[in-house]
């Protein structure tokens, strides 16, 4: 059983920046895959980006150039850097852990005011 707790979301104006944390249960270290998602009202949840044992990072189109995905096995944490925060970047954001299934954490608001 993995546990993922979330946190850093809040209210930033447009241009603005955030840091998302996620905080494993387990050590880290073994899970394959580590990423962070996001739901939009009205949306379905969509991929934003996701980082690999071996430190190999996958993004969406949309947050490109923008959004960095780090992991820090020793603490077992999973960071979200976000800069040049949009509007539409606004969502919950959730934390997620691949080993033998997906898990995921409660989630963490971050709205973006234009």
């Known amino acids: 059983q993995v546990q993922l707790v979330e946190s850093g979301g809040g209210l930033v104006q447009a241009g603005g920046s955030l840091r998302l944390s996620c905080a494993a249960s387990?050590?880290?270290?073994?899970?394959?895959?580590m990423g962070w998602y996001r739901r939009a009202p009205g949306n379905q949840r969509e991929l934003v980006a996701t980082i690999s044992s071996g430190g190999s990072t996958n993004y969406a189109d949309s947050v490109k150039g923008r959004f960095t995905i780090s992991r820090d096995n020793a603490k077992n944490n999973v960071y979200l850097q976000m800069n040049s925060l949009k509007p539409e970047d606004t969502a919950v954001y959730y934390c997620?852990?691949?080993?033998?299934?997906?898990?995921w954490g409660q989630g963490t608001q971050v709205t973006v005011s234009s």
């Open positions: 387990v050590s880290i270290f073994s899970i394959n895959v």
């Open positions: 997620s852990a691949y080993l033998t299934r997906m898990y």
